[in-house]
């Protein structure tokens, strides 16, 4: 029995050492084999794009008079003529009504005799000065004749002029029942009837809106504002031919694009405090009268960048925290990590302002727990493979 146990025992150490020998092999031969080739990570990349892009900032807005006035008789009467009718185009100076002027004609005919009466007074007096001179001069009478002559003739002049300023009030008044276009527009549908009768300051016979140009009204955010300010800012120093350059055009509510182009003419002076936003005035011009005051219209402000602007695809950025980071392929064909500084979203891509040039390769398929330094086992591809395209953006990217 112990001869057996002691054969037994040798067999099986055999066997042992033999099934280690057997997995070294195996695991060898299959080490050697993932060491090799599995160690790289499959990626797809490209390289960096150039172009000039259109970005499009979209903002809805609404169409306002760059005048508007109401039309208020400046005296009270009854409306006997009209020379108008509602939505017509008028010119500065056009009689629009006519308001009854009996009762002013009337207070011109009595001014006018007051101021008659007034000259005459003031006539008599001051002969009676000259008189009361000479008298004096011979000491014919007092010196108090003389100061209560003096006197006399300066209340008539004053009467004079008061009389005189109520002739000027009458003519003016009388002036004011003929009512006149104090600019050029389009007048409203809600203009008076004759025969109504206006009160003075009161009563609007009818309202003109200047519409060639016209303004765009529209909103944009405290980070727009921003942003759009810091670019400026930026770029003010820097006006060379590959500056950027705007364009501002609005779309109509039938989809229409409005053949005339406008621009930015005044800002708010305050963020408004219910939405937290700043208004902007933007004037088009408007000769065929085809923009009506009040209608609504989506504005497109178009940036239209520089030749050499660099654009990386969106799939391709990741955010760590406050930075924009891509991986890119480099020389020795292992990802490196490099920090961007990013512009406006364009379709697939974004606008990188800073850490890319047209030299590196970047990757946009396979970036799941990929860091800088690892080997890369890289598939080239185009941008038309993998579905990314450049169309215009409303989307406005924070600045890094």
């Known amino acids: ?21 057997t997995c070294v092999a195996l695991t060898g031969c299959g080490g050697n084999k993932q060491g090799g080739a599995s160690q790289k990570v499959a990626v797809k990349a490209m390289k960096v794009q150039e172009q000039s892009v259109p970005v499009v900032y979209g903002f809805p807005g609404q169409l306002q008079s760059v005048n508007e006035v109401q039309i208020r008789p400046k005296i009270s009467g009854t409306v006997t003529e009209k020379y108008i009718k509602g939505g017509q185009m008028v010119n500065a100076g056009d009689l629009l009504f006519k308001i009854d002027s009996a009762q002013y004609e009337m207070n011109v005919d009595s001014a006018e005799a007051d101021v008659r009466k007034a000259e005459s007074n003031l006539r008599r007096s001051r002969e009676d000065l000259r008189r009361n001179e000479q008298l004096y001069a011979v000491s014919a009478i007092s010196e108090q004749v ?31 029942a003929s ?7 389009r007048v409203s549908l809600n203009d008076v009837a004759t025969g109504t009768y206006a009160n003075a300051g009161n009563t609007t016979l009818v309202t003109i809106g200047e519409i060639d140009p016209i ?12 942003n759009i300010m810091a670019k ?21 509510s039938n989809g229409a694009e409005y053949p005339y182009k406008g621009e930015p003419v005044e800002i708010d002076r305050s963020l408004s405090g219910n939405s937290g936003s700043v208004n902007v005035k933007a004037l088009f011009p408007n000769p065929e009268g085809l923009l009506l005051p009040g209608m609504f219209a989506q504005l497109r402000i178009v940036k ?28 020795n064909g292992k990802s490196l990590a490099k920090d961007v500084k990013l512009g406006e979203k364009v379709g697939s891509y974004y606008i990188v ?7 590196d390769t970047v990757i946009v398929e396979g970036l799941s727990n990929l ?28 600045e890094n």
């Open 304 to 331: 239209e960048t520089s030749q050499n602007t660099i654009l990386v695809p969106k799939r391709a950025v990741q955010q760590l925290l406050d930075r924009s980071l891509v991986l890119v392929v480099d020389e």
């Open 215 to 226: 303004y765009v009204v529209y909103s944009i955010s405290e980070t727009e504002y921003l």
């Open 371 to 398: 860091q800088s330094g690892k080997e890369l086992d890289v598939t080239m591809v185009t941008p038309e493979e993998m579905g990314f395209s450049v169309k215009a953006s409303t989307d406005i990217v924070k």
């Open 1 to 21: 029995m112990g001869e057996i146990k002691e054969m037994l025992g040798k067999k099986s150490v055999a066997f042992a050492l033999a099934f280690l020998a």
């Open 353 to 359: 302002e800073e850490g890319l040039s047209l030299d």
């Open 179 to 185: 009512v006149y276009a104090p600019l050029s527009g």
């Open 232 to 252: 400026f800012m930026a770029n003010k120093d820097n006006r060379s031919k590959n500056a950027a350059r705007y364009t501002m055009s609005i779309i109509l």
């Open 146 to 176: 003389i100061v209560n002559s003096r006197a006399d003739v300066e209340s008539y002049a004053a009467n004079l002029d008061s009389a005189r300023a109520a002739l000027r009030k009458a003519k003016e008044n009388l002036g004011y």
